[in-house]
């Protein structure tokens, strides 16, 4: 740290007392500890106030910056750069401890010394010498709606109707433990008179806050990307700009989030946000760097941050609209919802782009309903068809510079119908297939698939969480002598193969009254098959038999339905697609040293191995190199005379070469993508070089 900075180990009690004001400004996140933090806190506490070896116990760092390295005083408040979770959650502690005192008889209220609830509030949550209300009045002053609900607990006043559920309900936990029956008060006093923090002051004038917030390991909760993006936006600003750009920008995007989905979802959203605005997708561990590169690339641009967080505020609000169920147009709700119960996240950065443009006019809603359908049926034909995801990604990062924004639906149409190998859009028939014959039961989207097959072609919408899924052949292993003859006499084999496909599964709410009764009692009890209102239960009533057959016939019935459900989308007669162009025109004969017998050996093992880590893998042979790749180059291979030398697509300092093999070629002239070379010859360990290829494939898939 900068030579300004002074650290000091002291007691959390005396820096409250000494400091008069501590301040979190307001683009630090909203206070977060949750019970079973709170918990810990409490019995680190009464663990340090029972025993008498021990003298203090250290609980972290409290970070703040002041104008500058005197003494802190009543003028100056302290805002707080790192610690203030702690620092609220031991102030809560105080607040309910002073509470629980006030509550006890008169002699019983100190229960050790200078621990009353005048001395507690006095010295540790208010200046009394100020203005009963004031800002100056409170000791800890926390951001947006936590303040006030602070301040109602502190001040003892009536919580505001909007009150922080967190602040809240901490504090009322810490009244109910310490208002337990037997609860020895004097050792929580004790305890909290051994709390220690290590008091790190920052010289506003000389420090930058920003890179010492970044590199604290804080013992608290782990920041989020959210967080550090929030502090690098707003941080450096001046506080009229903070207020500015937090009350009208960031504090709405928390506020359509919700503390709950803000917590789990907004890192999500800003990765796709980035990959909309930039056309690269950040990994998920590098949000933030990925952010302050596209903050500085606007900055230079002459761009001001208030116009970066002004497109960020409409892109969340969008965002919220698609994925946390926010839009009121019912039938786009709808469409959205589906996308959401396949779990289809990696269209989103595809889905922004596309409801900007409905927002902005550029797509009318029942052109954005018909695309969103088209795109709900691709990921979910491939879900059934049990194609690998792991091209995703890089698919709709790139899907629409493939779109003529002139005719939007033609062009979305022709580029799914156009696509090829590994990302095509499954064929009917292929569909159809998988539906009858693949096991839908471990499906992972079966009640989705379910719930569309049941309200196909209704109006009046069915809940199917109200029911449960039957097998109408049983599960049991043990099947009845009545089952056995049922299914003829190869019915283990039957059973083997169509206990779980979709034929055999449908819903009930008498799955514990069918049990394992023979097909015709299921078909003729009470609530049974015969009397279901449900649509996928038509025409069971009419049957006399369960059979393969039978089973067959009522997945085709199905499989015929979800053809129209989702649809396979097909090239508009009149919309010219340009011919694709071969991505390359070189074959294995333009590598000469590849016609030599140890060389080609070596080759033919390699890329057998390679091709094998995925189906989605592809072989493309160019001018000077032969590429590997999904949707990304992961590794490219230059045939020499006595090995080959590949090309890791991926940063050296992330990979793990225990045996040294590769060298960092960062910066160098080279024929290939990446910053790692390695050189494989006969004698190399093609083992060790395969893991190392692997690690490159798994860092290009995961993003």
């Known amino acids: 740290m900068p030579h300004t900075v002074k650290a000091s180990e002291t007691q959390l009690l005396k820096l409250l007392a000494k400091g008069s004001r501590f301040v979190i400004p307001i683009y630090q996140r909203a206070y977060s500890w949750t019970e079973d933090e709170c918990d810990q806190l409490m019995d680190d506490i009464e663990r340090a106030g029972r025993d008498p070896e021990l003298n203090s116990h250290f609980t972290g760092s409290i970070v703040h910056v002041e104008n500058g390295l005197s003494n802190l005083t009543a003028e100056e408040p302290n805002l707080v750069i790192d610690g203030q979770q702690r620092l609220t959650t031991v102030t809560l502690l105080i607040a309910a401890l002073a509470a629980v005192l006030d509550g006890l008889p008169e002699g019983e209220r100190e229960p050790w010394k200078e621990f009353s609830p005048k001395k507690l509030r006095h010295r540790y949550l208010v200046n009394s010498e100020e203005e009963e209300g004031s800002d100056e009045y409170f000791r800890l002053l926390l951001s947006a709606k936590d303040e006030a609900t602070l301040k109602a607990i502190v001040g003892r006043t009536e919580p505001p109707s909007d009150s922080s559920e967190r602040v809240r309900q901490n504090f009322e936990r810490f009244r109910e433990r310490l208002a337990k029956p037997g609860k020895d008060l004097a050792e929580v006093c004790r305890g909290l008179a051994k709390l220690v923090v290590v008091d790190i002051r920052l010289d506003r004038t000389h420090d930058n806050p920003q890179l010492i917030f970044e590199s604290m390991n804080s013992t608290g909760r782990q920041l989020t990307q959210a967080d550090l993006i929030r502090n690098y936006v707003l941080m450096g600003q001046e506080p009229r700009t903070q207020k500015v750009l937090y009350n009208n920008y960031w504090r709405p995007m928390e506020t359509d989030f919700a503390q709950a989905a803000y917590e789990k979802q907004f890192d999500d959203f800003v990765r796709h946000y980035l990959t909309v605005v930039t056309g690269e997708i950040p990994r998920f561990g590098d949000v933030y760097g990925a952010f302050k590169d596209y903050s500085n690339l606007r900055r230079e641009r002459g761009e001001t941050t208030e116009s970066l967080v002004k497109e960020m505020r409409s892109y969340a609000s969008w965002y919220c609209a698609v994925a946390l169920d926010h839009e009121e147009d019912k039938e786009l709700a709808e469409a959205f919802q589906d996308l959401r119960e396949i779990k289809a996240d990696v269209v989103y950065p595809l889905l922004l782009e596309l409801y900007a443009d409905y927002r902005n006019g550029t797509l009318d809603r029942d052109d954005l309903l018909s695309i969103v359908g088209m795109v709900t049926s691709y990921i979910f034909r491939r879900a059934v068809c049990r194609v690998p995801t792991n091209s995703l990604n890089r698919t709709f990062s790139t899907f629409t510079k493939s779109i003529d924004k002139s005719r939007y639906v033609e062009s979305v149409q022709a580029h799914l119908a156009g696509l090829t190998s590994y990302r095509s859009f499954p064929t009917d028939q292929e569909f159809t297939d998988s539906l009858i014959n693949h096991n839908m039961y471990k499906f992972q989207r079966r009640s989705h698939l379910l719930r569309k097959l049941e309200n ?21 292993e043990n099947l009845s002598q009545r089952w056995r003859e049922e299914l003829g006499p190869d019915w283990v084999d039957v059973r083997a193969r169509r206990l779980h496909t979709l034929g055999n599964l449908t819903l009930t709410g008498y799955n514990s009254e069918y049990g394992d009764l023979p097909f015709t009692r299921k078909r003729d009890v009470r609530g049974g098959f015969r009397e279901s209102p449900l649509r996928l239960n038509q025409g069971l009533g009419t049957l006399e038999a369960w059979n393969e057959e039978a089973i067959i016939h009522r997945a085709e019935t199905l499989a015929a339905q979800a053809l129209e459900i989702w649809p396979r989308p097909v090239l508009p007669a009149d919309f010219q697609q340009s011919e694709p162009r071969p991505e390359s025109a070189y074959t294995i004969n333009d590598h000469p040293h590849l016609s030599r017998p140890v060389p080609r050996a070596l080759f033919e ?60 070629v960062t910066g160098k002239g080279k024929w290939g993508n990446g910053s790692v070379q390695i050189d494989l010859t006969k004698d190399t360990d093609l083992g060790q070089v395969l893991g190392l290829v692997r690690q490159a494939y798994e860092f290009r898939t995961a993003e």
């Open 456 to 476: 196909f072609g209704r109006k009046e919408r069915v809940s199917i969480e109200e029911y449960t899924i039957e097998h109408i052949l049983p599960q049991n």
């Open 605 to 664: 093992r390699f890329r057998s191995e390679v091709l094998a880590l995925d189906e989605a893998v592809s072989e493309t042979f160019l001018k000077n190199y032969v590429a590997y790749k999904t949707e990304t180059n992961f590794v490219d291979v230059v045939p020499q005379a006595k090995r080959l030398r590949l090309t890791l697509n991926m940063p050296f300092e992330m990979l793990h070469d225990t045996r040294g093999l590769a060298i960092d």
